[in-house]
C-alpha cells in the first residue's frame, strides 16, 4: 500500500453527486423520514452481500455476531449511529460508492428530482438513498472494515463540493470488527430523530420486514430488537393484513405509494418457492432504460442471491418482489442463473402466473387494474411483440384509445364490428390527436367503423407482426390495400358520389407519375379517402411509415419509398386530368399532393423552400394575380 493510500485525501464528488448533494442539503421534502428507511436498507444489502460471499468464504464470518443491524442515539453528541456487521467497505469502495453514482441516466434523473412532487420516493427507486442523509445532517462520517480484511477506513462530508478519505483512528478501528457505521451529526431541527419512539415508528412503518434484526440500543437500558426480522413472503395469507403487504412492497421496491396488485403464493411439487410480487400504481424514474432491468429479487432458503435473475420477462419490469427458492444450491453463481434449467421453468411459471393475476385483476377490480395500464400500458405492450405464447392474453389485457373512446378493449371492439366487418381496423402515429385527423381514417369513419389509435413508440413494433384476436385479423389503415366496399356507408347518399371521380383513373396516375418520378415508389387511387386529396401509404409487404421512421431515428433499417393514393373525386385531383400535360400546373399539383400527404403524416416536404414556393405560385394563379 502506496503513503498516498494510507494518507488523509480530499476528493471533490462527481458533479451529478454535488447536485443531487444540494438538493439534498436544502431540501424542501416534508417527509425527511425516508433517510432511515434508506440507510437500514442499504445495511440490510451489506448484511446479504456478506451471507452471500460466506457461502463460498465461510472465514469472512469469522467469529463475529450474528448478522444485525444497531441504531444508535446519543443526545449529549447529537449523532445517531446506523451500524451493520454485514460486508463493509476497502477504501476505493468508499470512493467509488460514496462519491460517484456509476448508473446510466443520472443527469436525466437528478433533473426529474427537482422537478419531482415525489422525490423521496425516486431517491429510493434510483439508489441513491445514502445522500438523503444530508437532509437531517450537517455532517456525516462513515467508518468501514471490509470482511477479511484489517484495515478500517473513514468517508467524512458536510454536503459541501466533496468529501475526505482517512484511516480510522486506533479507537473506531477497536469498536468495528466488521462491516459499516454511519454516523449522522443530526441539525439542529432533526433531534427528534434520537427519541427512541420516533426510531421505532418509522421502523416499524417501512423496515419491519427487513430479514436481519434491527436493534436499538438506547443511551440507558439494554437493546433491543425493534422489527419482526420475518420474511413475510413464507407466511402464510390468512397471517397478513393489507397493511402488512403495503409495508413490505414499500420496504422491497423502496416505494410510496400503495401496489395496485398484490401475488402472493407458494408452489409445490416438482419445486418449491414462495413469491411476492406487487404491481405499483405508479410508474418508476427508470421505467424505459435500455437494459429493461427487472427489479424480483431470489432469494434461496431467505439468503439472498441477486436482484439480477431476469426472474419475470421484460415487459413485466415494472414488477417488485422476491421468489425465494428451497431447492436451488446456496452457492450458485450469478452466471450460472441464466442457464439454470431448474430456474428458468420457475421464471416460465412465475410469468404465467402474473400474466394470470392481472387478468382477474382486470376482470375482477377495474379501477386498480386501469393504474395499472395507465402507467404500465406502454411497457406490457411489450409482451404483445416478445411472448407469442402469451399474446393472446395480453392482447385481451390491452385497452386503446378509439376513435369511438378510451380504454376500450378488443373484445368491446369487435363486440361492435359493423355488418360485413370480418377485420380489426387501425392507425400508428405519434400522437392520438393528429391520428384523429389523420385523412386514411375517412372510408372507415364513413361506414362508422371503430379504430384503434395507437401512439405508444411499441405499437410500431407489435403491429409489424401478424395478428389476430379471436380469429379477427388486426387490419392497418395506413399499409397495403384496403377495401371497405362490403361494409355499408353511414349515409347512403355517400354511394351516389362514388361513381361520380372528378379525374380519369389511368390518365391522371400516369402524369401524376410522371411528375414525381422517383420520389414515390407507385401511385393509386384510394380507396381509404372520401374528402382529403391524398394520403401516403405503405407497402403491405413491408415495414409501416411509422415503424421506418422510428428506426431511421435509430440509424437502423433503410427507408423505403411510399405510395401516394390519390381521391380521384376531389377536385385538386381533377384539376391535374384538365391541365395540360407536362405543364408547370400538373408538376405544381402532383407535388403538392406528395407534400400535403407528408404533412399530414407530421413529415415535413424534401424541400421547404420549393414547397414555399409551389403554393404562393398556386394560390396566386388562382387568385388571378
Request: hydrophobic residues 40%; negative net charge; aromatic residues 6%.
Amino acid at each position: 500500500m502506496t503513503t498516498s493510500d494510507t494518507a488523509a485525501h480530499t476528493q471533490p464528488f462527481q458533479a451529478e453527486v454535488s447536485e443531487l448533494l444540494h438538493l439534498m442539503v436544502h431540501s424542501v421534502y416534508s417527509e425527511t423520514d425516508i433517510f432511515l428507511r434508506e440507510l437500514v436498507s442499504n445495511a440490510s444489502d451489506a448484511c446479504d452481500k456478506l451471507r452471500y460471499e460466506a457461502i463460498a468464504s465461510p472465514a469472512l464470518l469469522g467469529e463475529g455476531d450474528a448478522l444485525k443491524i444497531r441504531i444508535s442515539p446519543d443526545k449529549q453528541a447529537t449523532t445517531l449511529t446506523i451500524a451493520d456487521n454485514g460486508i463493509g467497505m476497502e477504501r476505493q469502495e468508499l470512493i467509488d460508492h460514496l462519491g460517484t453514482i456509476a448508473r446510466s441516466g443520472t443527469k436525466a434523473f437528478v433533473s426529474k428530482l427537482k422537478e419531482a412532487k415525489d422525490g423521496l420516493g425516486l431517491i429510493g427507486q434510483f439508489g441513491v438513498g445514502f445522500y438523503s442523509a444530508f437532509m437531517v445532517a450537517e455532517k456525516i462520517v462513515v467508518i468501514s472494515r471490509r470482511a477479511g480484511e484489517s484495515d478500517v477506513w473513514t468517508w467524512t462530508s458536510s454536503g459541501g463540493s466533496g468529501f475526505e478519505i482517512a484511516r480510522a483512528s486506533d479507537e473506531e478501528a477497536a469498536r468495528l470488527t466488521r462491516g459499516t457505521a454511519i454516523v449522522l451529526h443530526l441539525k439542529d431541527d432533526a433531534k427528534k430523530y434520537l427519541e427512541t419512539y420516533e426510531i421505532e415508528r418509522i421502523v416499524g412503518a417501512y423496515s419491519d420486514n427487513i430479514l436481519f434484526p434491527i436493534e436499538l440500543v438506547p443511551e440507558e437500558g439494554e437493546p433491543r430488537q425493534i422489527n419482526s426480522a420475518s420474511a413475510l413472503w413464507q407466511r402464510s395469507k390468512s397471517e397478513l393484513t393489507a397493511d402488512d403487504y403495503k409495508k413490505a412492497y414499500q420496504q422491497i421496491a423502496s416505494a410510496f405509494d400503495d401496489p395496485a396488485m398484490t401475488l402472493h403464493y407458494r408452489a409445490e411439487g416438482r419445486y418449491s418457492y414462495a413469491v411476492l410480487l406487487f404491481a405499483p400504481s405508479t410508474k418508476p424514474f427508470d421505467l424505459f432504460e435500455p437494459n429493461r432491468k427487472g427489479r424480483v429479487k431470489l432469494y434461496v432458503r431467505r439468503v439472498f442471491i441477486t436482484d439480477d435473475a431476469d426472474l419475470l420477462p421484460g415487459y413485466l419490469r415494472f414488477i417488485r418482489g422476491v421468489v425465494d427458492s428451497e431447492d436451488l444450491p446456496l452457492n450458485i453463481s450469478r452466471e450460472m442463473l441464466q442457464n439454470n434449467p431448474q430456474l428458468a421453468q420457475i421464471r416460465k411459471a412465475v410469468a404465467t402466473r402474473a400474466v394470470s393475476e392481472l387478468e382477474g385483476l382486470a376482470e375482477k377490480d377495474a379501477e386498480n387494474f386501469a393504474k395499472i395500464w395507465d402507467a404500465f400500458g406502454a411497457v406490457l405492450k411489450e409482451g404483445i411483440y416478445e411472448d407469442f405464447e402469451r399474446r393472446e392474453k395480453l392482447l385481451a389485457l390491452s385497452h386503446f384509445t378509439t376513435t369511438s373512446g378510451e380504454k376500450r378493449s378488443l373484445k368491446q371492439v369487435i363486440a361492435d364490428f359493423k355488418p360485413n366487418q370480418t377485420e380489426i381496423y387501425y392507425l400508428v402515429g405519434d400522437s392520438i390527436e393528429r391520428l384523429k385527423s389523420n385523412p386514411r381514417l375517412e372510408a372507415a369513419t364513413a361506414r362508422g367503423i371503430e379504430v384503434l389509435l395507437l401512439s405508444d413508440p411499441v405499437d410500431a413494433f407489435w403491429t409489424s407482426m401478424p395478428s389476430e384476436f379471436e380469429g379477427k385479423p388486426l387490419k392497418s389503415l395506413s399499409q397495403g390495400d384496403l377495401n371497405l366496399d362490403l361494409i355499408p356507408r353511414v349515409d347512403d347518399k355517400d354511394e351516389a358520389k362514388k361513381e361520380e371521380p372528378e379525374a380519369d383513373e389511368a390518365a391522371t396516375i400516369a402524369v401524376i407519375k410522371a411528375a414525381l418520378g422517383e420520389r414515390v415508389s407507385d401511385v393509386k387511387a384510394s380507396t381509404r379517402l372520401t374528402s382529403s386529396a391524398s394520403c401516403l401509404v405503405a407497402d403491405s409487404q413491408g415495414p409501416s411509415r411509422e415503424l421506418e421512421r422510428i428506426l431511421a431515428q435509430q440509424n437502423r433499417g433503410m427507408k423505403t419509398k411510399p405510395i401516394l393514393e390519390i381521391n380521384l373525386r376531389h377536385p385538386m385531383v381533377g384539376a391535374i386530368t384538365k391541365a395540360q400535360a407536362g405543364s408547370k400546373v400538373v408538376d405544381d399539383l402532383s407535388l403538392l399532393l406528395l407534400e400535403q400527404a407528408q404533412i399530414l403524416d407530421g413529415e415535413l416536404p424534401e424541400d421547404p423552400a420549393a414547397f414555399a414556393a409551389r403554393l404562393n405560385r398556386l394560390v396566386l394563379q388562382g387568385l388571378g394575380a
